[in-house]
């Protein structure tokens, strides 16, 4: 309910301040009247302009409410954090994904463990090869050694046998040549003599054939019909008293190395010949090789 105080103050003017209210309204009447002019005098060219003006009294102004002070907002609360996204959990493992995946490694496991045994295997047998190679080839090199120590050996107790016999060969020959001479100095005088003798000293008529034969038992050669014809190829032996061939050369050559020197290995692989049938050994004598006889 509204007191007195503010029926007063809201009410209208007292009668007293008519006359101030009026001159304030001349006045103004008067400052509207000059703006009014001078904007006529203004826009001259503007004739069709018309105006039109109100007049107010003045009217006692109500006082303004007295303003109250909006109160300052609160500061805007602070944004929200952003949320972590969080990566999706993973995937539960199927049980029988799992179990195959395992039965697969333990299988790639196996068969890498299988391949490196094999590995190990043949790496083990490589070298197992290799040395037994090696102790062959080491027991092949002595034994090489102990041959050719024996060959010289032989070769040399050969050699010194064949000189020994060949001192006595010559020894004999000697003395045979002696007794020769003194025999056909003892038959000068008798015609029949020289012819019997004659006779008696020299082989039978087979021994040189059957001396052949003995030789080509011993002739080693691939194929004989590949020479063209039958050439022929002697070689001449030197025999001791007890039959042991000293020597072989070739006298003629048949044209064909490879069977010239067949034969000559055929003589020296014998060794050896047999005496005639009067018990006698011809000491140099030639034989005749044909690849066709």
């Known amino acids: 309910m509204p007191s007195a105080a503010d029926r007063i103050e809201f009410g209208p003017p007292r009668d007293t301040g008519s006359l101030r209210a009026f001159g304030l309204a001349v006045l103004a009447h008067l400052l509207l009247m000059a703006a009014l002019t001078w904007g006529i005098n203004w826009k001259h060219s503007d004739k069709a302009a018309s105006f039109e003006a109100e007049i107010w009294t003045s009217v006692p102004q109500a006082v303004a409410p007295k303003l109250v002070e909006a109160p ?3 500061p805007p609360p602070p944004a929200p954090p952003t949320p972590e996204v969080k990566p999706p959990p993973p995937p539960t493992p199927n049980v029988d994904i799992a179990l195959e995946q395992e039965k697969k490694r333990k299988l790639l496991q196996q068969q890498k463990e299988a391949e490196n045994q ?4 043949l790496k083990a047998e490589l070298q197992a090869k290799k040395d037994k190679e090696l102790k062959e080839q080491k027991a092949r090199e002595e034994l090489a050694k102990r041959k050719a120590a024996e060959d010289a050996k032989k070769l040399d107790t050969k050699e010194a046998e064949k000189k020994k016999l060949a001192d006595a060969e010559a020894e004999k020959q000697r003395q045979a040549n002696i007794r020769r001479a003194m025999g056909l100095a003892g038959a000068t005088g008798s015609p029949d003599a020289t012819g019997t003798a004659q006779r008696a000293s020299g082989p039978s008529a087979n021994y040189r054939g059957r001396l052949a034969a003995l030789f080509k038992r011993n002739i080693v050669f691939a194929n004989p019909e590949s020479i063209q014809g039958n050439p022929k190829a002697v070689v001449q032996v030197k025999v001791s008293s007890t039959g042991l061939i000293m020597s072989s050369r070739l006298s003629k050559s ?3 190395q490879a069977w010239d020197d067949a034969v ?4 020296e692989k014998a060794e050896r010949i047999p005496p005639d049938e009067n018990g006698k050994i ?4 030639p034989v005749e090789f044909g690849p066709k006889d």
């Open 254 to 256: 048949s044209g064909v």
């Open 118 to 121: 094999k590995q190990e295997k």
């Open 282 to 285: 011809i000491t140099d004598f």
């Open 264 to 267: 000559l290995r055929a003589v």
């Open 72 to 74: 300052t907002p609160p």
